[in-house]
């Protein structure tokens, strides 16, 4: 069974920045989308950012110019480097992957705390 490992979450004041990085733990596996999902306390999980196969991304409103994702050449690994983060981007970060046969995973989950 394929997992993913997540790592790079942590505290960090507000304006500052972290990485988080995610890989399969087969790594033969291919995932044709990879992405980072984030659950506040009371909140509903929610997409941050995607990157397809092809290379396109997609992010959540509130992340854009201040979020980046990207994966390694192998397509089964991927990292969120987030920056000039805000109190409210304090939650559970989790990382999704879909693979070609529609197999879909989802990694442990890593906190990230901003505080003020």
């Known amino acids: 069974q394929v997992q993913l490992v997540e790592s790079g979450g942590g505290l960090v004041q507000a304006g500052g920045s972290l990485r988080l990085s995610c890989a399969a733990s087969?790594?033969?596996?291919?995932?044709?989308?990879m992405a980072w999902y984030r659950q506040a306390p009371g909140k509903q999980r929610e997409l941050v950012a995607q990157?397809?196969?092809?290379?396109?991304?997609s992010y959540l409103d509130s992340v854009k110019g201040r979020f980046t994702i990207s994966r390694g050449s192998a397509k089964n690994t991927a990292s969120l480097q987030m920056g000039s983060l805000r109190v409210e981007d304090t939650a559970v970060y989790y990382c999704?992957?879909?693979?070609?046969?529609?197999?879909?995973?989802w990694g442990q989950g890593t906190q990230v705390t901003v505080s003020s």
């Open positions: 999704y992957a879909v693979d070609f046969n529609a197999g879909t995973y």
């Open positions: 990157i397809v196969s092809g290379g396109s991304t």
């Open positions: 087969e790594s033969a596996t291919i995932f044709y989308i």
